[in-house]
T-cell receptor, first 113, second 111 residues
Framework: NAGVTQTPKFRVLKTGQSMTLLCAQDMNHEYMYWYRQDPGMGLRLIHYSVGEGTTAKGEVPDGYNVSRLKKQNFLLGLESAAPSQTSVYFC????????????FGNGTRLTVT | LAKTTQPISMDSYEGQEVNITCSHNNIATNDYITWYQQFPSQGPRFIIQGYKTKVTNEVASLFIPADRKSSTLSLPRVSLSDTAVYYCLVGDVDNFNKFYFGSGTKLNVKP
């Protein structure tokens, strides 16, 4: 099993450009999440999804959109990138149960110039 | 969700036992306590989860006092490879679906 796969691994954007980050999981998990992590800081929840076709806002949703058209995929979109969105983005999935861990991808490092 | 407070950083030496404490004064009756570990350039990974008293697995122990307002992650005989950030999360199955991470505790293990 691949677990949680994020693409791309690295990306450089210019201010105002758009892009989509893809997260794919092969564990049949209902719940999926997008986080951002800035240097020296913890993870902040951007958006999450509790199932196919559903999404919800987290702590820092402004400037991002998400879609969950298929259970295995969770897409994070930046419509007009800003330098403040320079960060490392992590996707995670979860099987809703006690002692069930979050499974994280390896992250996408995004730089907006 | 219960707010958690952890020390920003801790130092230790190889071979020592390390205890990281998390404060969660507003913990609710149904809340569980979960700890994650994060290495640089990687996503966090699950370490341990508990509700009360003591939980032990192959990598760590979790101590929770009777009032559950704090918890302590204990790492026995740390090595350099335990240098990482450790996060404490509090919630129940119904609100774990939001999984808010705080700033965590940066553990530096020295030789």
């Amino acid at each position: 099993n691949a677990g949680v796969t994020q693409t791309p691994k690295f990306r450089v954007l210019k201010t105002g450009q758009s892009m989509t980050l893809l997260c794919a999981q092969d564990m049949n998990h209902e719940y999926m999440y997008w986080y951002r992590q800035d240097p020296g800081m913890g993870l902040r929840l951007i958006h999450y999804s509790v199932g196919e076709g559903t999404t919800a806002k987290g702590e820092v949703p402004d400037g991002y959109n998400v879609s969950r058209l298929k259970k295995q995929n969770f897409l994070l979109g930046l419509e007009s990138a800003a330098p403040s969105q320079t960060s490392v983005y992590f996707c995670a999935s979860w099987l809703r149960a006690l002692n069930s861990p979050l499974h994280f991808g390896n992250g996408t490092r995004l730089t907006v110039t | 969700l219960a707010k958690t407070t952890q020390p920003i950083s801790m130092d230790s030496y190889e071979g020592q036992e390390v205890n990281i404490t998390c404060s969660h004064n507003n913990i609710a009756t149904n809340d569980y306590i979960t700890w994650y570990q994060q290495f640089p350039s990687q996503g966090p990974r699950f370490i341990i989860q508990g509700y009360k008293t003591k939980v032990t697995n192959e990598v760590a122990s979790l101590f929770i006092p009777a009032d559950r307002k704090s918890s302590t992650l204990s790492l026995p005989r740390v090595s350099l490879s335990d240098t990482a950030v450790y996060y404490c999360l509090v919630g129940d199955v119904d609100n774990f679906n939001k999984f808010y991470f705080g700033s965590g505790t940066k553990l530096n293990v020295k030789p």
